[in-house]
């Protein structure tokens, strides 16, 4: 913690330090992939292909780590205060727990919450010969199953997928940049996980014919423990600066229709001065400047 607080004395430590300084608009969340001191083929191949969907913002620990997350939690918060990083998805295998994924989110280096998954069945990218998408892609995200919505650690578990896939904020969005969805379907106590790619095909309209193309990775899943954060700290965990929530516009009224109405206040204004357009038509004629004057005409000065 000290190293983190001494004054930087090069321009590469000080724009180091300046990256992980707290933002209004906080930076796209990096993910860290780790292996258990007793992970297997499949559940490394799981970690490979998370990677390979997740790349640029995760980083793969190649080396085994001997923990156990939902007992000590230490060594998760010095990789993630290491490696700058606030998701995590810790792979082991056991006889009690076999194949097994810990999903999991960071708030100030502290573990926020953690859900357990089994992995039941597995296809790899690799075992679909299929093209792929680009590294970075963004995907479009869809939740089915009424679970989802229903139950508290489904819920959770809902948004903490959403945090951990849906990669970074884009101000715009292009017809041909939606090209890769993940489908998450919570059914008879299971949740599956499919990637596809989007096809565009042509309709004989403006309008492209959509097709689904299965590109891999798909996982079967079957939710086992649960480490979930309590309400109070969950709700310190989704508070925004002051700074980013929208200013109240006062005056301002929406109808029915969703039509803006508009109040101004203005002060009282005399109308007999208003400046108006100067036009031979408008100007005071003689006779009426005398009603004004009240028929008194000045007297012209005597020259000398």
Do not use: W
């Not at 819920?155 to 884009?170: A, E």
């Not at 309008?207 to 954060?229: C, F, Y």
């Amino acid at each position: 913690l000290i190293y983190y607080y001494r004054k930087p004395k090069t321009k590469r430590a000080k724009r180091f330090l300046e990256k992980r300084e707290p933002k209004l608009n906080e930076n796209t969340k990096n993910a860290m992939l780790i292996r258990g001191g007793n992970a297997n083929l499949t559940v490394t191949e799981v970690l490979k292909d998370i990677y390979a969907v997740k790349k640029p913002f995760a980083v793969l620990y190649k080396r085994k780590n001997i923990t156990r997350p939902f007992e000590d939690q230490t060594s998760l918060e010095f990789f993630s205060k290491k490696s700058d990083c606030s998701l995590f998805l810790f792979g082991s295998h056991n006889k009690k727990r076999p194949n097994n994924l810990i999903i999991g989110r960071m708030f100030d280096y502290h573990v926020l919450d953690m859900i357990e998954l089994g992995v039941e069945k597995f296809v790899s990218l690799k075992d679909v010969k299929n093209s792929k998408c680009p590294e970075g892609t963004k995907p479009m995200l869809i939740f089915a199953g009424d679970v989802f919505d229903v139950n508290e650690e489904y819920r959770r578990l809902k948004s903490l997928l959403i945090d951990f896939f849906r990669g970074p904020t884009v101000p715009n969005i292009r017809l041909a940049g939606l090209e890769y969805v993940l489908h998450f379907t919570a059914v008879d106590g299971k949740i599956y996980m499919r990637s596809y790619k989007v096809l565009l095909k042509k309709s004989g309209c403006k309008t492209p014919r959509i097709e689904l193309e299965e590109m891999g990775p798909s996982l079967d899943l079957v939710m086992r423990r649960t480490h979930l954060a309590s309400d109070d700290l969950y709700k310190l965990s989704l508070k925004q600066p002051k700074a980013l929530k929208p200013k109240k516009k006062k005056n301002i009224s929406h109808d029915v229709f969703g039509t803006t109405y508009g109040r101004i206040h203005m002060q009282k204004q005399d109308l007999s001065k208003l400046q108006t357009r100067k036009m031979k038509g408008l100007k005071k004629r003689s006779a009426e400047k005398l009603a004004e004057d009240g028929g008194v005409t000045p007297k012209k000065s005597k020259s000398a």
